[in-house]
């Protein structure tokens, strides 16, 4: 799996290329309803409460929602100790660890949990797994903050490097990347072993460790269900139908955005160029000299908006006609949480 990619914003060249590319999207693209969720519990509570309403680390992974969300009062925040005691604080869609809702109790907050079903999903399997005495094995990008929840859902919890390969650990967790990752893992009883993943990595990616991870260890348990999500499933089949016809791949998507990675590496990997820019800002025409089809997806946390402007910019840079591809159709809606919708409004502002 490759590093989280960067993107550069568009630098003036000399003169402008020749561009006759027409415009393909695909479908589905953008927002999921986890993320759908996220952005409507922030805004709920900012309604009923007031600014500010303090949010622990970006709601979801994208520049334009979370400046958005700012400007009417959230404040986003890496640690609760940067939280007054007694204030608000909504847990972002990528999840916590047990210990961040402890000491979310311990300081007094009220807290809202604005963590994507799907990944709570994942933390009632990792649960259960450890119940039934089982090792799990999570496949993930260290660091990423869905995986500091996951891997947080067991007592005194560490993603540090070399951990794969620590006897000792207590916490019955280990974390991996990639095959080779596997090759050096070592765990107490390959006969109770099981493992999740991260839901927003590549499907392709994933295969290849878990197929790494039952070939190593013959009797791994895996999920009832997959935990690469259905939005992220949906959209790395999308962007691979679109890119079959096309010889440009445009990402729309924050640099920090798993998933949104993920759309430009299964592009990437399809053989044709593919970039990912936050906005429209980033495009640079000579991407498109000599091309003759570009494709446009975003990831589950960019908004349509952003894909508009980026259409818009391509025109602008002489691109022709748009054509939307068919896809699936998704109808997934996740309930808000029960306590903030009972919660009364007040007009009160904290301080």
Known sequence: MNPEQTTLKHQPTGEAPSIEASIVLANPRGFCAGVDRAIIIVEQALDKFGAPIYVRHEVVHNKFVVDELRAKGAVFVEELDEIPSGSIVIFSAHGVSKAVRAEAESRGLTAYDATCPLVTKVHIEVEKMRKA???IVMIGHKGHPEVEGTMGQVEQTSTDDHQASDTTNSTGMYLVETPEDVAVLTVKDPAKLAYVTQTTLSMDDAALVINALKEKFPHINAPKS???CYATQNRQDAVKIMAQDCDLVIIVGSPNSSNSNRLREVAKNQGID???VDNASYLKPEWLANKKKVGVSAGASA???LVKEVI???QNF????????QGVVESVVFQLPKNLTSAAKTNTVQS
């Open 133 to 135: 005495g089982m090792e």
């Open 226 to 228: 997959d935990d690469i």
């Open 274 to 276: 593919a970039y990912m």
């Open 303 to 305: 908004p349509e908006v």
């Open 312 to 314: 818009a910019q391509l």
């Open 318 to 325: 002489g691109a022709g006609n748009v054509q939307e591809l």
